[in-house]
């Protein structure tokens, strides 16, 4: 470690610029991130909200939720076998709130669940961005094809689908306002799973995980590979990064390896000296490229969908580490392979 960090004093220009480069791409790798988590949550965070288990559609729905109605009988089927299943619906429709502004939204209509809001005939709870725009408790929202209005009960927060907020209304209104008394969806939690590890099959539908149910949305899987083949990428770059920076240094310095070798320092503890620069290389950049991105998270404006946790963090920053490791290592073959008096003779040309 003394012999790595005083190579990187006498160089500060050389290693400074690979610092540099590796700040920037590990900050836009978070940033980009970021953005793909919180697209994720706006795109579906009533569904990813949900626990694991298991959401069954109509067998002829061809996986599309709203192709699927469950009969009365399928309902009664599943109810009996699983009796803690919860049956939902989603629809998409808007509203023209108390200023006569048109608002779009996804209605969620759902059988009695600790899952989703409980919701009294003739109220609706919405999601919390919208109180952000203006509505308040007590407001009235209406909409021309209806012959009733809902009154606003209360807000929560983070329930959105397919990028509107959730609108949580009473199964009786839902069936007033589209004209349709049947459930498209229902879902089995893993933990109320009874009397076996698997999840119930029944006939007529297909089941889903819940990462399954979420490619079923429109433009969610698009969306998130999109932006993930974008994450993978930079961290391919930030490994061929190391990888090309420091064959270019071992190039340089093959005479002084050479001599290195020719007074009895072996071959493992150049590799180490070489890991030692990656490792504060890395860390430094990584330090400072968090800093910043969760400041930007933090400063960022409510209607911009950026999440990053401190999980994801930390996931990425080890994976950095390692795929630096790795470009650095494999960089430096040539030092093993270099014998003392041919890198000598090298160095005197």
Same mark, same amino acid.
């Given at each position: 470690?003394?012999?790595?960090?005083?190579?990187?004093?006498?160089?500060?220009?050389?290693?400074?610029?690979?610092?540099?480069?590796?700040?920037?791409?590990?900050?836009?790798?978070?940033?980009?991130?970021?953005?793909?988590?919180?697209?994720?949550?706006?795109?579906? %965070?009533? /569904? @990813? &909200?949900?626990? +694991?288990?298991?959401?069954?559609?109509?067998?002829? =729905?061809?996986?599309?939720?709203? *192709?699927?109605?469950?009969?009365?009988?399928?309902?009664?089927?599943?109810?009996?076998?699983?009796?803690?299943?919860?049956?939902?619906?989603?629809?998409?429709?808007?509203?023209?709130?108390?200023?006569?502004?048109?608002?779009?939204?996804?209605?969620?209509?759902?059988?009695?669940?600790?899952?989703?809001?409980?919701?009294?005939?003739?109220?609706?709870?919405?999601?919390?961005?919208?109180?952000?725009?203006?509505?308040?408790?007590?407001?009235?929202?209406?909409?021309?094809?209806?012959?009733?209005?809902?009154?606003?009960?209360?807000?929560?927060?983070?329930?959105?689908?397919?990028?509107?907020?959730?609108?949580?209304?009473?199964?009786?209104?839902?069936?007033?306002?589209?004209?349709?008394?049947?459930?498209?969806?229902?879902?089995?939690?893993? %933990?109320? /799973? @009874? &009397?076996?590890? +698997?999840?119930?099959?029944?006939?007529?539908?297909? =089941?889903?995980?819940?990462?399954? *149910?979420?490619n079923t949305i429109p433009s969610y899987s698009a969306e998130q590979m999109s932006l993930n083949m974008?994450?993978?990428?930079?961290?391919?770059?930030?490994?061929?990064?190391?990888?090309?920076?420091?064959?270019?240094?071992?190039?340089?310095?093959?005479?002084?390896?050479?001599?290195?070798?020719?007074?009895?320092?072996?071959?493992?503890?150049?590799?180490?000296?070489?890991?030692?620069?990656?490792?504060?290389?890395?860390?430094?950049?990584?330090?400072?490229?968090?800093?910043?991105?969760?400041?930007?998270?933090?400063?960022?404006?409510?209607?911009?969908?950026?999440?990053?946790?401190?999980?994801?963090?930390?996931?990425?920053?080890?994976?950095?580490?390692?795929?630096?490791?790795?470009?650095?290592?494999?960089?430096?073959?040539?030092?093993?392979?270099?014998?003392?008096?041919?890198?000598?003779?090298?160095?005197?040309?």
């Open positions: 470690m003394k012999m790595a960090w005083k190579e990187m004093k006498k160089n500060k220009l050389r290693y400074t610029i690979l610092g540099l480069i590796v700040f920037l791409i590990s900050l836009l790798t978070f940033i980009i991130s970021g953005l793909a988590n919180g697209l994720s949550q706006d795109n579906a %965070s009533l /569904i @990813k &909200n949900l626990p +694991d288990g298991t959401f069954y559609l109509e067998e002829e =729905a061809d996986e599309t939720y709203s *192709f699927s109605s469950l009969s009365d009988q399928q309902q009664q089927e599943i109810a009996e076998e699983q009796p803690a299943t919860a049956f939902f619906s989603i629809q998409m429709g808007n509203f023209i709130d108390s200023s006569d502004k048109q608002r779009s939204v996804a209605y969620v209509s759902a059988s009695d669940s600790t899952y989703f809001q409980e919701v009294h005939s003739g109220e609706v709870i919405l999601d919390a961005s919208l109180e952000e725009e203006g509505i308040a408790v007590g407001d009235e929202i209406t909409n021309e094809q209806w012959d009733q209005s809902l009154t606003v009960a209360g807000f929560v927060d983070q329930e959105k689908y397919s990028h509107s907020p959730a609108a949580f209304i009473n199964p009786n209104d839902f069936q007033a306002l589209f004209h349709t008394d049947t459930m498209q969806i229902a879902f089995i939690a893993d %933990s109320a /799973i @009874k &009397n076996t590890d +698997d999840a119930p099959v029944f006939k007529g539908l297909q =089941a889903f995980s819940n990462n399954e *149910f979420l974008i994450v993978i990428f930079l961290l391919v770059i930030s490994g061929m990064l190391f990888a090309i920076f420091f064959y270019m240094i071992n190039v340089q310095k093959l005479g002084i390896y050479g001599i290195l070798k020719a007074i009895g320092v072996k071959t493992g503890k150049l590799f180490q000296m070489m890991w030692a620069q990656m490792f504060i290389i890395s860390v430094v950049s990584l330090i400072l490229s968090i800093s910043i991105s969760q400041a930007f998270q933090l400063l960022a404006p409510n209607g911009m969908p950026f999440h990053l946790t401190w999980e994801t963090t930390g996931l990425l920053s080890l994976v950095f580490v390692i795929i630096g490791f790795i470009g650095a290592t494999l960089s430096g073959i040539q030092i093993k392979r270099v014998e003392p008096i041919q890198a000598i003779q090298q160095g005197e040309m």
